[in-house]
């Protein structure tokens, strides 16, 4: 009988041990142009809130946030750590800019449904990313949906920028939280995935 519970507690410690997440550590980068949303992302999925005034960012502002992450076709159990660099556009001090973006290994880079001037920047994001890491994983977020009657917004550069780059993109809202858990989720997931291929090989 006192064997059997041995072995019972020991088998459970494996299982345990199989079942405890591994713990891992991810910078990712928001980036796109002044006042498309960026901080109000960030504060909507670190603490369900959304504020109307706009303070503009300055330097960087680093938030930590933990998601379990399943990659059930590797029996794959990850605690990520996002540690997500909320960076203000620095077009005067390039130095501190890139200085900031240094190994990112994911990037979000967001556009203003409202302004569609906005959407160049996400060209800009992604060859900025195309030059400074070796193929980081990039999802557009095209956000202030709440905003806009997206049947009238011309998505048409968009889409086909995203379609030749192999970019997901997700209309969200800070305000309303329209898919901004969806948006780190996804980061993560590619982030994840990229590091599963290089570990263990395609899956
Ligand atoms: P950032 O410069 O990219 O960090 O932009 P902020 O997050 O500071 O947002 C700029 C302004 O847009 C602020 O007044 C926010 O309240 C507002 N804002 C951000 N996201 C949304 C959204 O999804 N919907 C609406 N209606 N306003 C938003
Ligand atoms: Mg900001």
Known sequence: MRGDMAVHRAQKARDDMEQKPMDM???????GDPGVGKTSLVRRFVTDQFDDKYLSTIG???TKKAKIIEVPDRQLRINL???IWDVAGNQDYPQFYDMYLKGMEGVLTVADLSRPKTFEGLKASVSHVERK???APVVFLLNKA??????????????SLADDKGVPFLVTSAKTGMNVEKAFECISEMIISDWAKKKFGVA
């Open 81 to 83: 750590i996002l540690m």
């Open 133 to 135: 890491t070796e193929g």
């Open 146 to 159: 709440d905003l806009v009657e997206l049947a009238s917004v011309d998505l048409k550069e968009i889409k």
């Open 25 to 31: 550590v991810k910078k990712v980068c928001l980036l």
């Open 60 to 62: 960087a502002k680093v």
